[in-house]
């Protein structure tokens, strides 16, 4: 097993430009998780997934849109790419029906940056 | 409101010293509690949770953690710390209910290993 996979692992992007974080798991999870870290803030909740088809908005969705067309993948599309989107994201993924109890599995990260 | 603090930004151990991480939080029912630790680079991995039963809980690495509730407190453990220890260090809270069901993370605590 790969387990959560993240591309790229870093990429700067000019301000007003846009791109999607690519994100996979061959776990066949149901929930599916983007998160941001920002120094000194911990994790942020940006959208999830219950399963294909299904996404809601977290915490923080300004600025991000997704999409779930199938189980294994969980892009992440930023548009217009402001410098408050520089950071690191984070994608997840857990087994079951149950965000709050269940481990997650956490992608290395792709490291943005809005210049 | 529900929330996770880790009091400590960043500690520094020596060797084969004994280590605490301090996590306390804020929330209603009952929790579920994480523990997750992030080496350098990568993504956040499990160490131990904590739902329900017995309030010591055994993780991997030879962390342990100690839920106490009338303490609201969560704190991590380890008898005698390896260089190899050396990373960021996220408690988590498992919170039902609101807009989004959700893990709530800590700060961080950053620690570092002296020879």
């Known amino acids: 097993n790969a387990g959560v996979t993240q591309t790229p692992k870093f990429r700067i992007l000019k301000i007003g430009q846009s791109m999607t974080l690519q994100c996979a798991q061959d776990m066949n999870h149901n929930y599916m998780y983007w998160y941001r870290q920002d120094p000194g803030m911990g994790l942020k909740l940006i959208y999830y997934?219950?399963?294909?088809?299904?996404?809601d908005k977290g915490e923080v969705p300004n600025g991000y849109n997704v999409s779930r067309s199938t189980t294994e993948d969980f892009p992440l599309r930023l548009e217009l790419a402001a410098p408050s989107q520089t950071s690191v994201y984070f994608c997840a993924s857990s087994p079951g029906d149950s965000p709050v109890a269940d481990t997650q599995y956490f992608g290395p990260g792709t490291r943005l940056t809005v210049l | 409101a529900q929330s996770v603090t880790q009091p400590d930004i960043h500690i520094t151990v020596s060797e084969g010293a004994s280590l605490e991480l301090r996590c306390n939080y804020s929330?209603?029912?009952?929790?579920?509690l994480f523990w997750y630790v992030q080496s350098p680079g990568q993504g956040l991995q499990l160490l131990l949770k904590y739902f329900s039963g017995d309030t010591l809980v055994q993780g991997i690495k030879g962390f342990e953690a100690e839920f106490k509730r009338s303490q609201s407190s969560f704190n991590l453990r380890k008898p005698s710390v390896h260089w190899s220890d050396a990373a960021e260090y996220f408690c988590?809270?498992?919170?039902?209910?609101?807009?989004?069901?959700?893990?709530?993370f800590g700060t961080g605590t950053l620690l570092a290993v002296q020879p």
């Open positions: 929330y209603g029912a009952t929790p579920y």
């Open positions: 997934s219950v399963g294909a088809g299904i996404t």
């Open positions: 988590a809270v498992g919170v039902y209910g609101g807009a989004t069901n959700k893990l709530i």
